[in-house]
């Protein structure tokens, strides 16, 4: 699993990977809780960005194609915004 911080235009800001996610166990109608966390680049700067998902193969290129909507041409979904602040 991939996340990606998009600034306003979609560019990629910052991404991290869990290389610990493995969702191939799970089954269809259950709700699965995951903690994941990821470092944010001391350059960052404060502001409102965009939060995007993605399922990515050994080498972190998104893959899947998920039944999600607003995903983008690089199979990106979107899960919201967060607000970075210092």
Do not use: C, E, K
Not at 24 to 29: D, F, K, V
Not at 44 to 69: F, H, K, Q, S
């Amino acid at each position: 699993m991939r996340l990606f911080l998009t600034d306003d235009a979609g560019r990629t800001v910052s991404s991290g990977i869990d290389t610990t996610f493995d969702p191939r166990a799970w089954l269809a109608g259950t709700t699965y809780h995951v903690a994941s966390a990821f470092p944010l680049p001391a350059n960052l700067r404060p502001g409102t960005y965009g939060l995007r998902i993605a399922l990515v193969d050994a080498l972190g290129t998104p893959r899947v194609l998920l039944a999600v909507d607003g995903g983008d041409a690089s199979l990106r979904y979107p899960l919201g915004q967060v607000r970075i602040a210092r």
